[in-house]
């Protein structure tokens, strides 16, 4: 039941880099938007950033600042999230969701699939 798997996630320093992965099943996302949401310890669920699904409109949270980067290669049947320039406050677990439609959401009910998420801990 599960078709989208993250990875990539790991514990990095202030400043640095790291790219995150969703990788799908089949291909029935490629005519979905995806998104990424991250959630902290208690704290709620929160938007990061989401691509349409020709790949060629991307939104982001406020917070993001120009800093991360979605993208996705349906070849690879792939979701990315680079994110430079990371920020101990970017701590969470990070969760990419697709969603029927083909328009970007920020909004959490309006996605139909998750993944398991992918733990990203950034030490100062």
């Known amino acids: 039941q599960v078709h989208l798997v993250e990875s990539g996630g790991r514990l990095v320093q202030a400043g640095e880099s790291l790219t995150l992965t969703c990788i799908y099943a089949?291909?029935?996302?490629?005519?979905?938007?995806m998104a990424w949401f991250r959630q902290a310890p208690g704290k709620e669920r929160e938007f990061v950033g989401a691509?349409?699904?020709?790949?060629?409109?991307?939104y982001y949270g406020d917070f993001v600042k120009g800093r991360f980067n979605i993208s996705r290669d349906t070849a690879k049947s792939a979701l990315y999230l680079q994110m430079n320039n990371l920020e101990p406050e970017d701590t969470a677990a990070y969760y990419c969701?697709?969603?029927?439609?083909?328009?970007?959401?920020?909004?959490?009910?309006?996605?139909?699939?998750w993944g398991q998420g992918t733990q990203v801990t950034v030490s100062s």
């Open positions: 691509i349409n699904w020709s790949g060629l409109g991307t």
């Open positions: 089949g291909h029935t996302y490629d005519t979905y938007a």
């Open positions: 969701a697709a969603r029927s439609g083909r328009l970007i959401s920020t909004s959490i009910s309006e996605y139909d699939d």
